[in-house]
C-alpha cells in the first residue's frame, strides 16, 4: 500500500485526521471547531503532517517552529502529537512522519528539533537520531475542560 | 528593591533583555535584528514577560501557547528560556518570572503548562507546582550558525 506524507488542509479534517488523533486523547470536535483550530494553528506558524493511504489519513504529526533570540535569532522545532491510526500501527508510518517532521525543520532552518515523550517510547526516538537531554515537566492547570486522562 | 514583571516591547531589547538572555546563551543579534525578532515572535503568538529594575531588564521568561485539536482544542503553554541576570541572581526572580508565565497561561485558558530543564532544576520546577512527567529527546541539525555549546 502506498502511502503519502504531505501537509495537511482543511479537508483532512473529516477524512480521518480526527480520528487519527483520537488515538492518542479525547478530541471532542465538530467539524466547524477543527476548521477553527486549523485556521488558528496555520496563523501561529504550527504545522501539521499527514499520512495518506487510499484517500484516508491514517497519520500526523505537528510541528511548531518557535524563534528564540539566543543563538542569533535561532528556530527550534518543537514535534508534538504524532499518532498513528489503530489500523495502521507497526508499519513504520510514525517513523516515516517523525522523520517528515525532522526534514521540514531542516528545512526551515531549525538548529535542533525537540519532543517530550514517555521513558518506553525513549528508544524509538533514539532510532530517529534523538537522544536524552533533559526532564519534561509538567503543571496541570484548572480549566473547566474535562481531559481523559490520558497524556498529551 | 522594586521589581516588575510585565510582558515585553520592542525598547526592552536594548535595555538588558539581550544582555540578560545572554546568561542563558549565546545571543549574537544586532539591535535591528532583535527588533525583527521581536516582532516575528510577536506575530506567531510567542510572549517575552521581562523582570524590571531601576528601568533595567533584569530577567525574562518566555511563554509559547500552542493549540491542540486532541483535547478538545485544548491550549498549552510551553515555557522557555528561563534567564536571570548575573547581578540578580538568588532573589526570587525566577520563581516569580515562572510564576508569571503560569498566570498568564491560565488566563489564557492553557489546560496544562509544560518545559523541559536539566535534571538539577527539577526541584527548583517542583516547589512551583511542575512534577516530572516525560523525557525531553533532542536532535541536533546540522546548520551553519556556530553555537556555544550551551543549552537552549
Redesign the interface.
Known sequence: MKIDIREANGTDLDHG??ET??S??????TSE??R??FR??LR???RTYVAVADGRIIGTV?L???????????LVG?I??VAVHGSHQNQGIASNLVRHA?AE??QQ???????????SL?PF??R??????????????N?C?N?TGA??
Open positions: 485526521l480526527l488523533l483520537s492518542l486523547a479525547h478530541v471532542g470536535l471547531k477543527a477553527e483550530i488558528a494553528r501561529t506558524g504550527a505537528s511548531l517552529i518557535e524563534q528564540k533570540f539566543i543563538h542569533g535569532g535561532g518543537h508534538e502529537d525532522i525543520a531542516r532552518g531549525c538548529y535542533k528539533v525537540v519532543l517530550g515523550c514517555y521513558d525513549a526516538y533514539e530517529l537520531g534523538f537522544r536524552r537531554h533533559d526532564v519534561g515537566m509538567r503543571l496541570d492547570l480549566t475542560y481531559t497524556a498529551g
